[in-house]
Each structure stands twice: as C-alpha cells, then as structure tokens.
C-alpha cells in the first residue's frame, strides 16, 4: 500500500474528511486530507480549497487548504486486473415512476413552464467488502477522460464519480466552461448522428451559459459543437472561453451559472422548482459541482479553479451504493427513451464496483 492510500486508511480510522481525485488524461492522483472533522463552508469564494457543493443548498462545503495535508501520487501503471463481481440491485430500479415523471415534465413544457428540465433518479446496489482504492483505481483504467474522485466527510458521506462535465476552471481572469448535452450509446460506429431533440438540448445548454457570462465577463468565444465519448455514452459538446471582469466576480459567476440547464433546466428557477417538487427525492450532492477553488492542488499555482458537474456518482454508506443518473427532457423525449438513457448511464459507476 502506498503512503496516499496508508493515509485513507489512517484518516478513515479516525473517521476525518479527505478527497482523492484524478484530472481528466492526468497521471497523479491528489490527496487532501483534513486535520479535523469539523464542516466548513465557503464564504467569500476566494477561500484555497477542494470544494463540494450540493444541488440546492445557500451553504457550500469545502475542504480548506490551510487544515489539510496534501499528497500527490504517479499513477505508474493502468493495467490492473479486477475480478468481476454480480450486482445485486436492492428494491425496485423505479422505472414505471421515472417515466411518469418525465411525461409531467413533457406536460409542464407544453404548458410553457419551463423549455427543458432535467430529471433523475436513484438506483441503491448491494457493494459488499467496498474499497477506496480499489475502486479509485477501476475509475483510472476506465475512464482516463473524466474527473474521478472520492470525497468522504462524516457529515456528508462517502461520494465517488466519474464526470465527463467540466463546471467552471479559471486562470486568472481566463475562464473556460463547457456546454455538454445530449446522449446515445456507443456502438462500434464513430459516425455519430444526432436527433432533433438532442441538438435542441445542448443548444438550450449553450445559451444559457454565454446569456449568465455576458454580464459577468467579456470576449466570450464559443467552438462548433461536437461528440465527445465518455465511457460508454457520446455527448455533444460545446466548447466556451471568456475573460472574467474583476476576480471578485467570481463568486457571482458561479452562482449565476449553478445549476446549469444540463443538470436542471431552462429557465433555471422554474425547472429547479419542478424538480424538487416531483422528483421525490432529495439529490443532496448529484448534479452540485466539486474541484478545486483557487488554488492548482499539485502545483500550488494561486488564481486557479478547476471545477466539475457531479454527474455519474455514487453516494456508498453500509454495504449499499446509491447511484444517481438523470437526463435532460424536452418537448421531443420519449419516457421509454429516457429511462433507457439513465440505465446506460447507470452502468459508469455499476463498471467500477461489479
């Protein structure tokens, strides 16, 4: 066992908060580790730390800087071997509910409450013997495109994930953002050809985004959209650039772009509304956004945030994992789609602990 994972051990005995991560295509993995199990909350935003926000809280959480340890550690090989294990689902996946839910939400669009909304689920697996780093490492070998990590406080809980969604990262007053929306499976065929009801969504996505940045920012450029794999989905995805005016607008800027249409909807209020009334459970961390706030974790470079979406996660607690998967619904979707959609998307975090 290596000194990052001696330390998990360590402070999982101690029951104290900790985050590993590992960046998109990255070789390290970066451990911070708290010296005391007390919450923290963000203030000013301008505080140096790995931050975890919720979907819907006035409070956001983070680990500071100035409390914690931190290790980083060479990934020197991603050929591990994992013995498979069955899945054992406990209790109904809630399919006959899901797409009921998004024939309401179709409704509420033809009503004009709102022009997208994005909805979810919770799907609860039996993870008998769970391990960190196990299952840290399982994330590495499959998804080197994504932002993996594993976040446990005592009072949060124990999350992992492997989002493709990049939030919010910064450079001084460079901003860079993505809009990323629409899924199909991926098959042996790289000619990707997307519906109507797709392109419609990543461009409600993409609006959203420049209409919250151009207040707040300038020179805002924008690529052509294009597919990008994640796992075993492809998305669209749209590429977006803007220089920030003041830093202290920074807190403003997350706040005016949290959550974003692919997580919630469009308009943002009235979609959010629906979802907390209708989906029938509480998100708690799904579809927040994590990463670190102005500082570079490895290489201590201040004025640096690099933030992402909280999607294909898993919140593990006694034996059981909770798997939170969504999908963006449009005037065009179909309920039997939409359902299929969040099973495939189900089966990024189902790879890493079977």
């Given at each position: ?235 669209i995805r749209t590429d977006i650039s803007a220089t920030m005016k003041p830093r202290k607008f920074l ?104």
């Open positions: 066992m290596t000194d990052l994972f001696l330390k998990v051990k360590i402070h999982q005995e101690q029951n104290l908060p900790f985050v590993l991560f590992c960046k998109p295509d990255s070789d390290k993995i970066v451990g911070v580790f708290q010296k005391n199990d007390h919450i923290y909350f963000l203030d000013t935003f301008e505080e140096k730390g790995f931050v975890f926000a919720p979907f819907d809280a006035d409070e956001v959480p983070y680990i500071p800087l100035e409390l914690s340890d931190v290790y980083v550690e060479t990934i020197h090989s991603r050929n591990y071997f994992f013995e498979s294990k069955e899945l054992v689902s406990n209790g109904m996946v809630g399919k006959d509910f899901f797409e009921e839910l998004v024939s309401k939400g179709i409704e509420a669009i033809e009503d004009n409450q709102f022009t997208k909304v994005a909805l979810s689920r919770r799907e609860e697996v039996i993870v008998p013997d769970f391990d960190i780093q196990t299952t840290l490492r399982k994330m590495i070998f499959q998804y080197p495109n994504a932002y993996k990590y594993c976040f446990s406080h005592p009072k949060i809980g124990t999350w992992i994930g492997a989002t493709p969604e990049q939030f919010l990262k910064t450079n001084g007053n460079a901003i860079k953002t993505i809009a990323l929306a629409g899924t199909q499976l991926a098959t042996n065929n790289n000619n990707i050809i997307w519906g109507n009801k797709e392109k419609i969504e990543q461009q409600l996505v993409t609006d959203f985004i420049v209409q919250n940045l151009s207040d707040l920012a300038k020179e805002v450029t924008l690529s052509s959209p294009y597919s990008v794999k994640a796992g075993n989905l492809w998305h807190k403003k800027l997350i706040i005016a772009l949290h959550p974003t249409p692919a997580v919630c909807g469009f308009p943002k209020e009235a979609a959010k509304k629906f979802i907390l009334k209708n989906e029938g459970y509480n998100r708690e961390y799904y579809s927040g956004f994590l990463g670190e706030l102005n500082i570079d974790l490895i290489t201590f470079r201040t004025l640096q945030t690099d933030l992402f979406v909280n999607l294909r996660c898993m919140k593990v607690a006694n034996d059981k994992a909770q798997i939170y998967i969504g999908c963006g619904i449009t005037k065009d979707s179909i309920p039997e789609d939409e359902y299929l959609e969040t099973v495939n998307k189900s089966m990024t975090m189902k790879k890493i602990i079977s």
